[in-house]
């Protein structure tokens, strides 16, 4: 049809037409500009006669050409105001066809999230706490950061051929949400990061139009194209002439994981922000392009779009996928909701090639009333006995005894729940171990500012690593003037608390400890009712710092009782760091350490235990129960900034005679891994004195009664230097 029609404009010999319009269809590449332009060729195509008709006009040429040309400076103009503002996010790279008119069905309503930003100035800002080096301090030093702009989701990490890869969620051209793409990191240790450049994905789709959003890595085998085009991709080779290049294949592989090849499952936001998932792959992951920084989105795309029973903008952030062994198939999760029950649900599919998708006739793998928008499912098998370790997201049998872990990032309340639980592979569905712990009311991962978190399964170290985002508590202004927003917490790794045997423990991965450069360690003293002890020698804002208390007790008559008007029965899981009781002096709290403190005390972010004695729930007695907090209600002079206070309460079993910090310090966040990991808390602190060296580190008690600290060491940290790959 597009020769035909071409053919007549070129009978025409108008060639204006031609160079004006073909701009057009090239920049746009969309149905809906091509049959604009059909219309124009054909018009076009009853030109020729007319020119020759009207020769005696020729006289006009000169001024219709200056009238044509006037038409030509105004329609690149439209095209640049166009690609303008595609490059500023308000839109993105073309127009077509509804998803509903592909696909069939209801169009989206959709309220963008991001809005245009406020009038921000720049640089100098009188009413500004912070002078540009002073931003500049905030800046992280050993956590993942991109250079500039928005980073929100941590993306598909995973391990492949000696290298671990990290994609993020990431706005190229402001520090706020928008023209969502996939930035991309690579590290030999998953604390020394190289940026790779071009990104891994951008919205260049129809079907990922409003942003290329969140998605998971699968490690699949052999690709029997070895190209990574999504029809080839099978699970198993099945004419002799694919065997024989698998078996190649498997000659050819330099490392233990190098026959598995990455492919990634991502939600794309359409041109008219349906929620659909697409798929792709490395471009060549054999030869050229080992650390995979091509990607191609397979021709098929999208794979998978909403069901009828949910919103179409409900439908969002595939899981990892596993391979189930009895069935044959690979299972994966997407996250949604149910209105108007605002249940949250975890929609199960499956696949037999991994780009035909199915959602099983159940349809879930669980739901949890009352919870919302599920973001960001994770869903892995952890180990129950033996060492701390991992196992691949297929594993569904272990000798050592294994359960499953089952996360949703709650759309409503920004927060990040698990619940652990049993998996059925004949039922296909998964139920907490207690139901008073399901995701919503029980474990949170973390108790401050901490989100959209996603592990992988790491081959090489056989264990499982957790990212999550940690986003600003400044302001947007602020993010636009310093040009950066949002940070990835310490990959941590996790595993099943033995001890407690019903929540996960988090720890900062060993690697780390190549970055510690200086140490101070101090044992045995007294901390006195009100006393405070500056460490020496500790100025700065890059620490790993470790204290252990004597866990202290008194007679129950003694201690402050957590009451309130249902007779006692506060429910611990939602029992806060804010209460009243928490600012003023207890017997047994708080006690702690500050860190990001000026010499005078007058900013510093205070990291405490506080002991209570309290009935946790209306049918138990009551016992002491310890809450740890983060509490920023000092950390800044700055007033507009968060000064809240988290945590929440962390298990303490009876024969533990010691409580422990463990806080990772670096400049605006403070990472808090209490009782060993059992409690997790992070937060953003931006201090206005207390920088870089003006930075202090102090124990404190304000407690009533005297603390024991067995022991503290400290780590100073270097920085990680982030640069691009060459
Ligand atoms: N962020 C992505 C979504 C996801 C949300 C968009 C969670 O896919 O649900 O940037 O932060």
């Not at 995973?158 to 706020?176: D, I, M, S, T």
């Not at 309290?614 to 209600?633: A, F, G, H, R």
């Amino acid at each position: 049809m597009m020769s035909e029609k071409q053919g007549s404009i070129s009978d025409c010999g108008d060639d204006l037409f031609t160079s004006l319009e073909e701009p057009l269809l090239h920049h746009a590449g969309s149905e809906a500009r091509m049959a604009k332009s059909d219309e124009h060729m054909l018009a076009g195509s009853t030109c020729s006669g007319r020119r020759a008709r009207d020769s005696r006009y020729s006289v006009l040429v000169f001024p219709l050409l200056a009238a044509l040309l006037l038409v030509a400076a105004m329609l690149c103009c439209a095209v640049v105001f166009r690609m303008a503002s595609v490059l500023t996010g308000e839109e993105m790279f073309m127009s077509s066809p509804s998803t509903a008119a592909r696909h069939g069905g209801l169009r989206a309503s959709y309220t963008p999230k991001s809005k245009e930003p406020s009038e921000a100035e720049l640089w100098p800002r009188e009413d500004s706490p912070w002078n540009e080096s002073a931003w500049e301090s905030l800046r992280t030093a050993f956590h993942f950061q991109p250079p500039n702009n928005w980073m929100n989701d941590p993306n598909a990490p995973l391990f492949y051929n000696g290298w671990y890869h990290l994609f993020y969620q990431y706005n190229p051209k402001e520090a706020y949400w928008g023209l969502i793409s996939w930035g991309h990191a690579v590290s030999k240790d998953l604390i020394h990061w190289l940026y790779v450049e071009p990104f891994a994905m951008v919205p260049d789709q129809w079907y990922d139009e409003n942003g290329v959003w969140t998605g998971s890595a699968t490690m699949l085998p052999l690709l029997l194209d070895g190209r990574g085009r999504g029809p080839s991709i099978t699970a198993a080779a099945t004419t002799s002439l694919e065997k024989e290049e698998q078996k190649r294949r498997w000659q050819q592989r330099r490392e233990g994981d190098a026959q598995l090849i990455p492919g990634i499952m991502y939600t794309g936001s359409t041109n008219d922000s349906w929620q659909v998932q697409s798929l792709a792959f490395p471009s060549d992951p054999w030869e050229e392009d080992g650390l995979l920084v091509q990607w191609e989105k397979v021709a098929d795309n999208p794979v998978l779009f909403p069901p009828d029973f949910i919103n179409v903008t409900d439908f969002r952030d595939p899981t990892t996928a596993w391979w189930d062994d009895k069935r044959s198939l690979w299972m994966m999760v997407i996250g949604s909701h149910l209105r108007p029950t605002h249940t949250g649900i975890a929609l199960l599919y499956q696949s037999a090639d991994f780009l035909n998708w199915e959602l099983v006739p159940h349809k879930f793998l669980h739901l949890t009333q009352g919870t919302g928008m599920w973001e960001c499912v994770d869903f892995y098998p952890i180990p129950t006995s033996g060492e701390p370790r991992g196992l691949d997201t297929s594993v569904s049998e272990w000798a050592g005894g294994v359960k499953h872990v089952l996360k949703a990032s709650m759309d409503d309340t920004k927060l990040d729940f698990y619940t652990i639980g049993h998996y059925d592979t004949e039922s296909l569905t998964f139920t907490p171990d207690e139901e008073e712990l399901d995701l919503g009311s029980g474990f949170r991962y973390d108790w401050g500012r901490y989100y959209a978190s996603k592990t992988f399964y790491d081959p090489l170290l056989q264990r499982r690593i957790l990212f999550g985002w940690v986003n600003e508590s400044d302001t947007r202004d602020d993010d636009i003037i310093k040009g950066w927003s949002g940070v990835q917490s310490i990959p941590r790794q996790v595993w099943f608390d033995n001890l407690t045997q019903n929540s996960l423990i988090q720890w900062p991965i060993e690697e780390i400890k190549s970055l510690y450069n200086r140490t101070i360690s101090l044992t045995s003293f007294t901390l006195e009712s009100g006393g405070i002890f500056k460490v020496e020698e500790a100025q700065g804002a890059q620490w790993d710092i470790t204290v252990s208390f004597t866990k202290p007790t008194l007679h129950v008559e003694q201690g402050p009782f957590m009451d309130d008007d249902s007779g006692g029965a506060v429910a611990p899981f939602f029992m806060g760091c804010n209460q009243n009781e928490i600012l003023s002096r207890g017997a047994l709290g708080p006690f702690g350490v500050s860190v990001l403190s000026s010499e005078d005390l007058q900013e510093q972010t205070r990291i405490y235990f506080y002991r209570l004695f309290m009935q946790e729930n209306s049918t138990s007695n009551p016992s002491w129960k310890t809450l740890v907090c983060n509490d920023l209600s000092r950390s800044t002079m700055a007033s507009h900034v968060d000064n809240g206070t988290y945590g929440g309460l962390v298990t303490v079993l009876q024969d533990e005679d010691e409580l422990m910090l463990r806080i990772l310090v670096d400049h605006s966040i403070v990472e808090t891994f209490a009782q060993g990991g059992r409690t997790v808390i992070t937060t953003r602190s931006y201090p206005t004195i207390a920088l870089d060296r003006l930075a202090n580190i102090y124990l404190f008690n304000d407690a009533s009664t005297s603390i024991e600290v067995r022991s503290l060491t400290v780590h100073e940290l270097s920085d990680i230097n982030i640069h691009y790959i060459n």
